[in-house]
């Protein structure tokens, strides 16, 4: 089945060491994003790709980086996660156009110790 | 900047009868698109409807369906025949350019037997 697959579904990490979330997906849809959701939060999108172009939104900390080296694959650094970075991180994906649905991950349960 | 509200943080309903829950939005624009997403507890979020708001016919998917009002700028959701398996967070969410969702805060729905 076509899907989106995240890797690890659970990461521990420990103050300021990065840590790296992984992304990937089989639906060949050319916008990824990633959202962070904290605890009975709504997901708060961090940046998104549209093909190779990176879109950041404003108020994503620069401590939060990403990369998507081909089409399938995308990923979530983390430089130096504080004890705030302690959320979900859902990847989305969807192909171009606003009637499209987004399709989601499991996420990745983030813990910083 | 777009801004959607669901005012319900919980609600409750007994099995195999009807719920709605409310969302109103915010937005300058005329044309753009209204979802509905459901995640279950510890699971992935999925969609349940969708809605285009040039499209005055309410969206209807099984026993889901929408009251889309425009000049109101309410989305709220109906769930006809609750079952124990709609027991989830419901998120409301906006979208139009540029592929971006926003969404409310969510309802967390308990489904009692």
């Known amino acids: 089945d076509a899907m989106v697959i995240q890797n690890p579904r659970y990461q521990v990490t420990q103050f300021g060491k990065p840590v790296t979330l992984s992304c990937s997906q089989t639906?060949?849809?050319?916008?990824m994003y990633w959202y962070q959701q904290k605890s009975s939060q709504a997901p708060k999108l961090l940046f998104h790709?549209?093909?190779?172009?990176?879109?950041n939104e404003a108020d994503t900390p620069d401590n939060f980086q990403s990369r998507r080296p081909n089409t399938s694959f995308c990923f979530l650094d983390i430089r130096s996660p504080g004890l705030g970075d302690a959320a979900m991180y859902l990847c989305a994906t969807s192909s171009a156009g606003n009637y499209n649905e987004q399709f989601f991950g499991p996420g990745t349960r983030l813990t910083v110790l | 900047a777009q801004t959607v509200t669901q005012s319900q943080p919980e609600m409750s309903v007994q099995e195999a009868e009807t719920v709605t829950l409310s969302c109103t939005y915010d937005t300058s624009e005329s044309d753009y698109y209204l979802f509905w997403y459901k995640q279950p507890p510890s699971r992935q979020m999925i969609l349940v409807i969708r809605?285009?708001?040039?499209?005055?016919q309410n969206a209807t998917e099984n026993r889901f369906s929408v009251n889309f009002q425009k000049a109101a700028k309410s989305f709220s959701l109906k769930i006809s025949d609750s079952q124990l398996g709609d027991a989830a967070m419901y998120f409301c969410a906006y979208r139009n350019w540029p592929e971006k969702l926003v969404f409310g805060k969510g309802t967390k729905l308990t489904v009692n037997p």
């Open positions: 809605q285009e708001a040039y499209k005055q």
């Open positions: 639906l060949n849809h050319n916008v």
């Open positions: 790709y549209y093909d190779k172009d990176f879109n």
